[in-house]
């Protein structure tokens, strides 16, 4: 077996801490796996902007595009102006790897942690299919008249049928291989957003057809939101652009859990995939031993489903949920009963 390449950028925040545990999993869990791996660690975030002047050093991208997968703790520093590092690194990352999906699950573990009154982990089993490489994020946009009374800002909604269409198609494959419920909500906004999501719904149901196992759905983005809530149990997959797949899966990490707990993929299933827990550095929690680190084990997982690696992607992910079952008195940080190293050992023990 070839040694699987891994690159770590730990980041900023909470971020070195959940990492360092999902590295003491990873290493347990590719001993017991015998799965054969080298890391090594880009430093980039806050810190380097501050010392460097700029987010990532030249050539990154082209570093990181030699790798067979990318683990990321957190971008995001109180010292740095929100924009700069997550356009800088987190998106600069996603976009310069074609990574055009995210891959979100949304998994309850343990009835308690649900913050929905009578729901349990039966209800709440669905995974999100993010696009990520275009919509609001593409950064088109311009001021006319700027800091002037008659200022106008715009912000452009780019979807491309090509890229619109790679992101269906992987959300039916995805469905099929899921082979749960077989079905697939398109999440829009076709009652307004009359250009885009009429692009969308037109590639959606042309690309159906291809799939007659598959069931297809669509739901408006805001009644979206009310189903997570009310009849989450309605969801296998859900396929949305990247502004919606961003807003809904905050929602979703909640309905799990909390961020504790939510990871996700950003993926190019031709070339170098990047994992990451979807939550942020949480500075006022950084170097206290207090966060919780399985979003970053849950990402871990993913990479290693990612890798092929599937007994061992298993194992983590058996390994969480005992121990979110038994052991955890919350997923919030401070409030988990065990500090951060703890959990990744009890993790460890229970591989
Ligand atoms: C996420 C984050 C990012 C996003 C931010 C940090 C740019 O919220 O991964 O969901 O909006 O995609
Ligand atoms: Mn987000």
Known sequence: MPVKKIAVIPGDGTGPEVIREGLKVLEAVSKKFSIKYETQIFSFGGEYYLKNKIPMPEGAIDELKGFDAIYLGAIGHPKVKPGILEQGILLKLRFGLDQYINLRPVKLYNDSFCPLKDKTSADIDFVVVRENSEGLY??????????????????????TRQGVERCIRYAFEYTKKRNLRKKLTLCGKTNVLTYAWDLWERTFNEVAKDYPDITTDYA????????????????????????????????????????????????????????????????????????????????????????????????????????????????????????????????????
Request: aromatic fraction near 6%; glycine fraction near 12%.
């Open 138 to 159: 593409k950064g088109m946009g311009e001021f006319i008249n700027k800091g002037k009374k008659d200022e106008v800002a715009k912000q452009i909604s780019y979807n």
């Open 220 to 351: 408006h983005v805001d009644a979206t939101c009310m189903w997570m809530v009310k009849n989450p149990e309605w969801f296998d997959v859900i396929v949305t652009d990247n502004m919606f797949g961003d807003i809904i899966t905050d929602l979703g990490a909640m309905i799990q859990g909390g961020m504790g707990i939510a990871a996700g993929g950003n993926i190019n299933p031709f070339g170098v995939s990047m994992f990451e827990p979807i939550g942020g550095s949480a500075p006022k929690y950084t170097d206290k031993n207090v966060i919780n680190p399985l979003a970053a084990i849950c990402a871990l997982g993913m990479l290693l489903e990612e890798l092929k690696e599937l007994k061992a992607a298993q194992a983590v992910e058996n390994a969480v949920i005992k121990i979110v079952q038994t052991k955890l008195k919350s997923l919030a940080a401070g409030r988990m009963g065990f500090s951060t190293s703890e959990v990744g050992d009890l993790v460890v023990d229970n591989l």
